[in-house]
T-cell receptor, first 112, second 114 residues
Framework: GQQLNQSPQSMFIQEGEDVSMNCTSSSIFNTWLWYKQDPGEGPVLLIALYKAGELTSNGRLTAQFGITRKDSFLNISASIPSDVGIYFCAGPYQTGANNLFFGTGTRLTVIP | GAGVSQSPRYKVAKRGQDVALRCDPISGHVSLFWYQQALGQGPEFLTY????????KSGLPSDRFFAERPEGSVSTLKIQRTQQEDSAVYLC????????????FGDGTRLSIL
């Protein structure tokens, strides 16, 4: 079945460092979404990607839609303590589908 | 408030009891989604509404799960004869337009079945 694998599973970094994480799929996706979830809260949409090769930024966050359409990358520059949380990639089961399939998550810890 | 509101925030029930979880989406949002999130996992899709119409319920794990949105605004997720494996956080999300991906999530209801 459909699988979305994220790596790394967890990261411990120093404040100020840059962060890279990725997400790979067993199937082609036409949309990639990145969410951040803090403990006890719902996911917050960070970035949406709609085209292979697309590179989109949101402040210190940059995400890319891989050209194979089976992967996506999220980078965070100059990390700060509030970047702590779990980052999920997600994509629709099929083109036009409303139901999202979420990845396994990357847990980020920022050490001040 | 301006966001998606879910109630209760925490619910403890004995195995076999019925529970009802409420979602108040952002006013005017057409699309409404329910997700189930087990501990340490990503959210898993349960069902999708466009206004009052339930267009996709393919993620509901069994016929014990039932969702409704009778007036196209507030939605209720009901679980009958709860079992321990139903313990999870139930997340609701809404989006302004039909066809949009879930954009605004509530903080969820944490359900614990004893």
């Amino acid at each position: 079945g459909q699988q979305l694998n994220q790596s790394p599973q967890s990261m411990f970094i120093q404040e100020g460092e840059d962060v890279s994480m990725n997400c790979t799929s067993s199937s082609i996706f036409n949309t990639w979404l990145w969410y951040k979830q803090d403990p006890g809260e719902g996911p917050v949409l960070l970035i949406a990607l709609y085209k292979a090769g697309e590179l989109t930024s949101n402040g210190r966050l940059t995400a890319q839609f891989g050209i194979t359409r089976k992967d996506s990358f999220l980078n965070i520059s100059a990390s700060i303590p509030s970047d702590v949380g779990i980052y999920f990639c997600a994509g629709p089961y099929q083109t036009g589908a409303n139901n999202l399939f979420f990845g396994t998550g990357t847990r980020l810890t920022v050490i001040p | 408030g301006a966001g998606v509101s879910q109630s209760p925030r925490y619910k403890v029930a004995k195995r076999g009891q019925d529970v009802a979880l409420r979602c108040d989406p952002i006013s005017g949002h057409v699309s409404l989604f329910w997700y189930q999130q087990a501990l340490g996992q990503g959210p898993e899709f349960l069902t999708y509404f466009q206004n009052e119409a339930q267009l996709d319920k393919s993620g509901l794990p069994s016929d014990r799960f039932f969702a409704e949105r009778p007036e196209g605004s507030v939605s209720t997720l009901k679980i009958q004869r709860t079992q321990q494996e139903d313990s999870a956080v139930y997340l609701c999300a809404s989006s302004f337009r039909r066809g949009d991906q879930p954009q605004h999530f509530g903080d969820g209801t944490r359900l614990s079945i004893l």
